[in-house]
């Protein structure tokens, strides 16, 4: 069921995801997660935010909390307590490519 639900959810971050570039290859990427807690439904955004720019960089923030050729700014939440998993948050943050 995880694996369903964290699929579903990479799935709707991409589908959320708004992309503008700039000159210096930054994007504006917003994600939706769902979870137990609040902390693990901003992790689930965290997760989907890396998951729309780069497959490696998401691989290497789960490995190390680094994202070599990314930076991966602050994040912003907007979360709600409530629905199928407890909480709901969307996020946003700029990534640039390095």
Known sequence: MRNV???????????FS??????KSCFRK??????GSKAGAQFQVDEALLQAVDWGAWAAWMASGSTPGYTFGPRSYSCKQGGGLGWTCRGQATICKL
């Open 5 to 15: 639900t964290v699929a579903a959810i990479a799935v709707a971050g991409l589908a």
């Open 18 to 23: 708004a992309v503008s570039a700039d000159a």
């Open 30 to 35: 917003g994600a939706i997660g769902e979870a």
